[in-house]
């Protein structure tokens, strides 16, 4: 598709919200393949993920940030910092609602901060598709008598309804100028970190509540073969002996299946045979340890 660069146009839309609001799933939607991970366990999200998506002649980068909540410990902090460095620069916010949920105390951090911002605010309800209708709309009309959006739009980012009105919304919204991105670039995520992102969500998808919300996946090394494969080799950190056990599981079977999953999906994100070797290590103290903050793609927060 050709687009004349007198007649692009470019812009940054930062999407915001609590945890489990269906961020990710909305951003992959919209781009058209994945770029983030999903998960059903909150705070999946850890970094800012950018997101690249296409509609006519406009270029939308979305920015997918983690869910915004009461920060208790580093990571927390870390995390809740690189939502809002995300909506830094943001050409419009998009706060994205669990339709079903509505306004709970979750959302209250993220209404009192965007009180106060400038930019443009959109509501998107999302899992309309599970919400009943006359709640959602008193959700929809108590968030708008608090923050007096620009625009509102009923979603379900697992369905894809509403999403085409959504995205032709986003792009004409987006300001006159050149594409950030080239044509067929759907992120600034590189394959490594990609590559740790996509084991981390199979920890999630496997091991559910059995696996805390402390594990981290640092990709040690990642080589391209001679016959154009990729080698990649992952330690997975947990914080206690009993975590290794469980990731490991009886005879090492979950690591396996975690593994053959991770391998699967990386092949088909990637388009080449990819050969994939995990190790588990307890590191009891790895979320004070500046090192993995900046693999994973987090600043340090004291």
């Given at each position: 598709m050709e687009v004349s660069e007198t007649n692009q146009r470019c812009g940054v839309i930062a999407v915001v919200g609590a945890p489990n609001a269906g961020k990710s799933t909305l951003v992959n939607a919209l781009v058209g393949q994945k770029v983030a991970i999903t998960s059903a366990k909150a705070q999946t999200t850890r970094t800012r993920v950018m997101g690249v998506a296409i509609e006519g002649d406009a270029q939308i980068v979305l920015v997918d940030t983690p869910g915004i909540f009461a920060p208790k410990r580093r990571l927390d902090r870390a995390m809740v910092q690189a939502a809002w460095g995300g909506a830094q620069g943001a050409d419009l916010i998009a706060m994205v609602v669990d339709g079903k949920a509505g306004r709970g105390p979750k959302l209250e951090p993220i209404i009192e901060a965007l009180k106060h911002r400038t930019e443009r605010k959109w509501l998107i309800l999302n899992k309309v598709d599970i919400a009943i209708k006359e709640k959602l709309l008193t959700h929809t009309q108590v968030l708008n008598d608090t923050l007096g959006f620009d625009e509102i739009f009923f979603v379900s980012a697992a369905t894809g309804d509403g999403l085409p009105e959504l995205k032709a919304a986003f792009a004409a919204a987006m300001p006159q100028g050149p594409w950030h991105f080239p044509e067929d670039q759907v992120s600034d995520a590189t394959d490594r970190m990609l590559a740790a992102e996509i084991t981390r969500e199979q920890l999630y998808h496997q091991l559910h509540a059995e696996l805390p919300y402390a594990a981290?996946?640092?990709?040690?090394?990642?080589?391209?073969?001679?016959?154009?494969?990729?080698?990649?080799?992952?330690?997975?950190?947990?914080?206690?002996?009993?975590?290794?056990?469980?990731?490991?599981?009886?005879?090492?079977?979950?690591?396996?299946?975690?593994?053959?999953?991770?391998?699967?999906?990386?092949?088909?994100?990637?388009?080449?045979?990819?050969?994939?070797?995990?190790?588990?290590?307890?590191?009891?103290?790895?979320?004070?340890?500046?090192?993995i903050y900046r693999d994973i793609g987090l600043d340090w927060v004291e």
């Open positions: 981290a996946v640092d990709t040690e090394q990642y080589t391209e073969r001679q016959d154009g494969s990729i080698e990649i080799h992952q330690q997975i950190l947990v914080g206690r002996p009993t975590q290794r056990a469980i990731v490991l599981g009886k005879g090492g079977q979950r690591l396996k299946e975690i593994g053959s999953k991770a391998r699967e999906e990386l092949a088909n994100l990637l388009g080449v045979k990819v050969h994939l070797y995990l190790h588990v290590k307890v590191k009891e103290d790895w979320e004070n340890d500046r090192g």
